[in-house]
Structure formats: structure tokens, C-alpha cells
Antibody, heavy 124, light 106 residues
């Protein structure tokens, strides 16, 4: 069965770099078509897509945050990572990782399995 | 970037009532996905590819639409349907979510 779990620092100060880890099981990021995305949600607000990484190491970023985001993976350990540089209070949110699968050109893309989320607070 | 506008923002429905949630895209998209999020929980895939129910979703739910207009319909509201529902488009980068519709029980 597919599971994902996020981990992070909990709290950090403005201007620091946020490092998040997504540890997953039930699939491999070295398998054709597999991908992992990061999505965040400030408390009481909506969802915002941040980045995707694919089995072939293709990477996509939210243009509004692109200069601050770096997504990567470690296929041997079934992990995906997201770094956000120069954080400020607006980055306070619950961060989710989720699986996405490419079935082919004529098939829809969607995030099917999500982690429980990790809450991150940016505060001085 | 495609902006998704969901309506209504909040609504209350009585048990047994038919409910329709809407998602309007600023440009045409090929399909729409829907997620259900209950308080304190992660979003759950609910409908994918416009009209396909995710595993375990009751068949009182349905999805429809095309182009810029999509909807999620509950044929008969039940208490367990209380949640916030988000639409998500992934047919055009960057992926974007709607602002959500909070569905309450009357």
C-alpha cells in the first residue's frame, strides 16, 4: 500500500532555509511515470502547489516561488526533498507531499495519495 | 496561470438535499480533479479526470463539466459529506487549486 510521510524542522526563523523530507513506501521514484509533488496550506486557508519531481528527474516549480525552491529525490531511500530559501512568516503552513502518476498523454494527472502533512512555523 | 474560482464559498445543505459545487476556470482546461478535506485531515482525492470517482467514494457523488466550467454534485446530502471541497487543474502548468467550498449540514 502507498504511504507518504513528511518531516521538517517545526519552527525556524525568517531568512533561514526550510528543508522538508517526504519518505514514502509502496512505489518507487525510479519507476516510469511516478512523481512526487509538494503542496502547502496556511492554517484556515486554501492549497498551493509548490513543485513536482518525476521519475526521470524532471522538475517543475511554482513560478511565483521558483527562485526559492529546490526539489530533489533519493530513489535508493524512497525519499523526496524540498528546500525553500529565505523563508518569512508567509511560509508558515502545513506542507504536504503527494504522489502523482503519469499514465500517458491522454490520461489525467492527479495527486492520488497524500501524506499527513507537517506543520512549519516561521517566527522570530 | 489558470485561476480556478469555486462557488459558493460556503453552503449549508439539509440531509437528502441535492448539492452542486462549481469550479470556473479562467481558461479552458482538459479535465478537473476534486479533493475532499475534513477538518484537521489531509486532502483526499475524490474525483479525477472530471467524472471518475476515486476508490471508496460513494456513488451519490458525481463530477461533470468541460472547458472552463466544472461541477461536483451530491445527489443526496449526508452528514459525512461535511467538508471543504477543492478543485485542482493539472492540464496546464502551473497546477492550480480553487479556493474551496465549505459544505456544512443544515
Amino acid at each position: 500500500q502507498v504511504t507518504l510521510k513528511e518531516s521538517g524542522p517545526g519552527i525556524l526563523q525568517p531568512s533561514q532555509t526550510l528543508s522538508l523530507t517526504c519518505t514514502f513506501s509502496g512505489f518507487s521514484l525510479s519507476t516510469y511515470g511516478m512523481g512526487v509533488g509538494w503542496i502547502r496550506q496556511p492554517s484556515g486557508k486554501g492549497l498551493e502547489w509548490l513543485a513536482n519531481i518525476w521519475w526521470d528527474d524532471d522538475k517543475y516549480y511554482n513560478p511565483s516561488l521558483k527562485n526559492r525552491l529546490t526539489i530533489s529525490k533519493d530513489t535508493s531511500n524512497n525519499q523526496a526533498f524540498l528546500k525553500i530559501t529565505n523563508v518569512d512568516t508567509a511560509d508558515t503552513a502545513t506542507y504536504y507531499c503527494a504522489r502523482i502518476t503519469y499514465y500517458g498523454y491522454n490520461y489525467p494527472l492527479y495527486f492520488d495519495y497524500w501524506g499527513q502533512g507537517v506543520m512549519v512555523t516561521v517566527s522570530s | 496561470e489558470i485561476v480556478l474560482t469555486q462557488s459558493p464559498t460556503t453552503m449549508a445543505a439539509s440531509p437528502g438535499e441535492k448539492v452542486t459545487l462549481n469550479c470556473l476556470a479562467s481558461s479552458s482546461v482538459s479535465y478537473m480533479n476534486w479533493y475532499q478535506q475534513k477538518s484537521g485531515a489531509s486532502p483526499k482525492l475524490w474525483i479525477y479526470g472530471t467524472s471518475n470517482l476515486a476508490s471508496g467514494v460513494p456513488n451519490r457523488f458525481s463530477g461533470s463539466g468541460s472547458g472552463t466550467s466544472y461541477s461536483l454534485t451530491i445527489s443526496s446530502m449526508e452528514a459525512e459529506d461535511v467538508a471543504t471541497y477543492y478543485c485542482l487543474q493539472l492540464s496546464s502548468y502551473p497546477p492550480t487549486f480553487g479556493g474551496g467550498t465549505k459544505l456544512e449540514l443544515k
